[in-house]
């Protein structure tokens, strides 16, 4: 089994700090996706990474893809209220058809207080 | 909002009793997914299904079986409910099964289901 190793699990910090969010595996991945989730509904996908050493900014999250495609890291600039929720990513195999669903890590729980 | 429905949305159950959740698509997507998400684990696939009657198993599927009689429905069957089956059941759907690895998973809204 592949794992996914997400920390910190629980984050609690205020509006306008700057955090990371890791994602880490022994695996290599032909993709990362992170997503986001709000109580009492399923993930949402944010992004997806494929290449190695890949950056992608959506807004104030910066995402990035380690070069061996093992590890992934959440950036999020001036953190705000409206950010807090379950980030989790996954990882696609993709070899042999990969349909067969993503791998989760467990997830990080971000609080931002006002 | 990628149209996906789960029902029930909420159900509770005894221990010992059969239990069917269902997952309806509008997307005409191909690959469907179940997992159960719980404190401390994560997302866990339990089966999924790769076209009308192709089903496989994922990682915790014991004690759980599908059936997908039409492309839009999607369904899980605990054959006789356990206290340890209690969880949040999501459904999710992807248009190419991840082809090198890249596609879209879009999910449901989940089911919670308790087994007293």
């Known amino acids: 089994t592949q794992l996914l190793e997400q920390s910190p699990q629980f984050l609690s910090i205020q509006e306008g700090e700057n955090l990371t969010v890791y994602c880490n595996s022994s695996?290599?991945?032909?993709?990362l996706q992170w997503y986001r989730q709000e109580p009492g509904e399923g993930p949402v996908l944010l992004v997806t990474?494929?290449?190695?050493?890949e950056v992608k900014k959506l807004k104030r999250l910066t995402f990035q893809f380690g070069d061996a495609r093992k590890d992934s890291s959440l950036h999020i600039t001036a953190a705000q209220p409206g950010d807090t929720g379950l980030y989790l990513c996954?990882?696609?195999?993709?070899?042999?058809?990969?349909?067969?669903?993503?791998?989760f890590g467990k997830g990080t729980h971000l609080i931002i207080q006002p | 909002d990628a149209g996906i429905t789960q029902s029930p949305r909420h159900k509770v159950t005894e221990t010992g009793t059969p239990v069917t959740l269902r997952c309806h698509q509008t997307?005409?997507?191909?690959?469907m997914y179940w997992y159960r998400q719980d404190p401390g684990h994560g997302l866990r696939l339990i089966h999924y299904?790769?076209?009308?009657?192709?089903?496989d198993k994922g990682e915790v599927s014991d004690g759980y079986s599908v059936s997908r009689s039409k492309t839009e429905d999607f369904l899980l069957t605990l054959e006789s409910a356990t206290s340890s089956q209690t969880s949040v059941y999501f459904c999710?759907?992807?248009?190419?099964?991840?082809?090198?690895?890249?596609?879209?998973?879009?999910f449901g809204p989940g089911t919670r289901l308790t087994v007293l």
């Open positions: 996954a990882g696609a195999r993709g070899s042999g058809g990969g349909a067969d669903g993503l791998t």
């Open positions: 695996s290599v991945f032909s993709s």
């Open positions: 999710a759907i992807s248009e190419f099964g991840f082809p090198g690895g890249t596609d879209t998973q879009y």
């Open positions: 997307e005409n997507h191909r690959y």
């Open positions: 299904s790769y076209g009308v009657k192709d089903t």
């Open positions: 990474v494929v290449t190695g050493g």
